[in-house]
C-alpha cells in the first residue's frame, strides 16, 4: 500500500522556500525532504493541482518542479500512484545497516557505537555474584526465562515505574537486540509490514527486515531542541498502512534523543488500538535522563499489548549482555516456543550480576548520568567550536548528538573521517529506506577529552569533504590517555 502525503503536511515541512525561482526553490526544498528521509522513499506526493494550493504558487511551477526531481532522480511516476518519492542511485543508498562494534587500529576513535564502558560498580557486583553463584551449582543451569530473582528484581522496576509487572511476564533474554529479533520471531511472518521511526536505530531495521517484514519508515521529527517528538506522521501512517508491529524508541530515542510525552503516548497507544498494533517499544535508554526531568509513564501503561524491551547494556554494561522483555500474560506461550527455537536462556552468573546492579541501582545510575552529561556538553562545545556550521540539539537524556550537516555529505564524510582516525556510522545507517546523508550521529559515550579530540579531527575531515582548505594543522592524530 502506497503512502500518501497530504499537501498540507508537505507545506508545513517544506516551510519558506526560495522563490527566485519559485520552481527551483520549490524541486530543493522537496529534494532535502526526501535525502533527509523525512518524506519517505516510496511515499507518494501530492498531486500537482493539491501542491499548487497548498504552497500558493502556480501550477505551472509545481509541474516544473516535479519535472526536475524526476530528471534528476527524486521522483519516479507510477501508474496509479501518482508521483513516488525516490533516491537516485547512489545517493543516501540504503546501507548495511548492521552496527558492528570492532577492533580498531591504534590511535583511532571509534564513534560507531553508542556504548559506554562499564560503570564503576559492575566490578564488584561480579564479585558479588560469585560467592552467589554455588547455591546454583547443584542444577542443571538452564533458566529458559531467566533466574527468578532476577525476574523479580526487574520486574520491581516497572512496578517502581507505575507499571504493575508479575515476575513471570518478564523473559530474560541476551540484549536488547535479542529481544526485538525473539519478539520478531514470535509475531511476524514474511511480507508483514512492519512500521519503524526515520531515524532508527540501525540493527532494529536489520533485526525486521531479515524477518521478511516489509518495512515502512516514518519521519518522527524532534522539536528544535530534541526534546520530545512529532507524532502527528506517526499516527496518520499507522492509520494508513495498518502495520502489524510498530518498533519504537519513546524514552529517548537512538539517535535524535527525543523523548515522547504522555499525551502523545496517549495518542499513539489510541493509533496502534485502533489498527490493531503490537508496539515493539525499545527501552534501552530509559534509565538515562541527564536533566533531572521527570518521566513520563512507561509505554506499555498506555498500550496493555505493547512488548517492552529493556537491557543492562547502556545504564551498566554491554558485555554482560543481558535484557528482557515485558509481556502481555497472553503472549507468554508464544514466546516461549519463539525463544526456544532460538537459545535456551541467559548465563547464571551475568544475571546474578544484574541482581546486584539493580539493587543499587539509584547510586550507580547517578554516577553513570553525571559522566554522561560531562560528555555530552563537552561534545557540544567542541561541536559548537570545531564545527559552528552543524547544528545539533542538546538532548535531555540518552547517549547520542544527531548533527544536521548543511550539505547532504554524511557518507562522503566518513571515509575522510577515517583518514583523520575516526571510525563513523553515517546518517543513511539510521534510515530504513534510505535518506538521511545530511546528518551524522555522535555518540558520547567516551570521555569528554576523547570526544573532544575526536569531534577536531571531525572538523578537519568535514573541511577535507567539502574542499575546504582551511584545515587544522594536526599532523599524525595522537589521543591522550
Ligand atoms: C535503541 C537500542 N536498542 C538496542 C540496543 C542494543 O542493546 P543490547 O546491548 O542490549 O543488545 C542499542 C544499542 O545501542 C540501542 O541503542
New binding site residues.
Given amino acids: 500500500m502506497t503512502r500518501v502525503l497530504a499537501a498540507s503536511r508537505i507545506a508545513t515541512l517544506l516551510g519558506s522556500f526560495d522563490r527566485d525561482p519559485a520552481y527551483k526553490g520549490l524541486a530543493e526544498g522537496l529534494r532535502v525532504l526526501i535525502t533527509d528521509g523525512r518524506v519517505p522513499v516510496g511515499a507518494r506526493l501530492p498531486s500537482e493541482r493539491e501542491l499548487t494550493e497548498a504552497v500558493a504558487v502556480s501550477r505551472t511551477t509545481v509541474t516544473r518542479a516535479y519535472a526536475e526531481l524526476r530528471d534528476h532522480g527524486f521522483l519516479v511516476s507510477r501508474q496509479g500512484s501518482g508521483s513516488v518519492a525516490s533516491l537516485p542511485a547512489n545517493r543516501g543508498h540504503l546501507v548495511d545497516h548492521v ?1 558492528h562494534p570492532g577492533t580498531l587500529d591504534e590511535g583511532q576513535i571509534d564513534l560507531t ?3 559506554p564502558a562499564p560503570g564503576p560498580g559492575v566490578l564488584a557486583a561480579y564479585e558479588r555474584a560469585t560467592e552467589q553463584l554455588p547455591a546454583y551449582l547443584a542444577g542443571s543451569g538452564y533458566f529458559p526465562c531467566g533466574l527468578r530473582v532476577f525476574r523479580e528484581a526487574v520486574a520491581a522496576t516497572y512496578d517502581a515505574r507505575g507499571l504493575p509487572t508479575d515476575p513471570e511476564q518478564i523473559m530474560v533474554v ?7 529479533a525473539i519478539t520478531a520471531r514470535a509475531l511476524l511472518s514474511i511480507g508483514d509490514r512492519a512500521l519503524v521511526e526515520s531515524p532508527t ?1 540501525p ?2 531495521i536489520a533485526t525486521l527486515t531479515h524477518s521478511g517484514a516489509r518495512l515502512v519508515g516514518v519521519d518522527v521529527p524532534p522539536d528544535a531542541a530534541a526534546r520530545t517528538p512529532d507524532v502527528d506522521g506517526l499516527v496518520t501512517t499507522l492509520g494508513q498502512v495498518a502495520p502489524r508491529v510498530a518498533y519504537l ?1 519513546p524514552d529517548f ?2 539517535p535524535t534523543g527525543a523523548l515522547m510525552t504522555d499525551e502523545h503516548r496517549v495518542q499513539v497507544a489510541r493509533a496502534l488500538k485502533r489498527t490493531r498494533t503490537t508496539a515493539i517499544v ?1 527501552e ?2 530509559v534509565a538515562l535522563a541527564l536533566d533531572g526531568q521527570q518521566m513520563p509513564a512507561p509505554f506499555a501503561s498506555y498500550s496493555p499489548t505493547a512488548i517492552s ?1 529493556g ?4 545504564p551498566f554494561w ?1 558485555g554482560l ?3 528482557w522483555l515485558r509481556l502481555p500474560h497472553d503472549r507468554l506461550d508464544a514466546f516461549f516456543r519463539a525463544r526456544l527455537s532460538l537459545d535456551l536462556g541467559c548465563p547464571v552468573l551475568e544475571q546474578l550480576v544484574g541482581v546486584n546492579l539493580l539493587e543499587d541501582s539509584e547510586h550507580l545510575l547517578e554516577h553513570r548520568r553525571a559522566q554522561l552529561r560531562t560528555s555530552r556538553d563537552g561534545a557540544l562545545r567542541a561541536v559548537a567550536t570545531h564545527l559552528p556550521e552543524w547544528q545539533v540539539a542538546r538532548p535531555s537524556g540518552g ?1 547520542n548528538l544527531w548533527c544536521e550537516l548543511p550539505r547532504a555529505l554524511s557518507s562522503a564524510l566518513v571515509p575522510h573521517a577515517v583518514g583523520h582516525g575516526v571510525r563513523l556510522a553515517p546518517g543513511p545507517a539510521f534510515a530504513p529506506e534510505g535518506g538521511l546523508d545530511r546528518f551524522v550521529r555522535i555518540p558520547y559515550t567516551q570521555p569528554h577529552h576523547v570526544l573532544t579530540e575526536a569531534i577536531a579531527r571531525l572538523a578537519d575531515a568535514w573541511r577535507e569533504a567539502i574542499g575546504d582548505p582551511g584545515q587544522r594543522q594536526s599532523g599524525t592524530p595522537t589521543l591522550v590517555a
Fill in positions: 552496527l557505537v553508542a556504548a541476551p540484549g536488547a537486540q535479542a529481544g526485538v536505530y540493527n532494529a524508541i530515542h537512538n525499545d534501552s535508554m524491551v537491557s543492562l547494556s547502556k554491554g549482555r543481558l535484557g547517549l
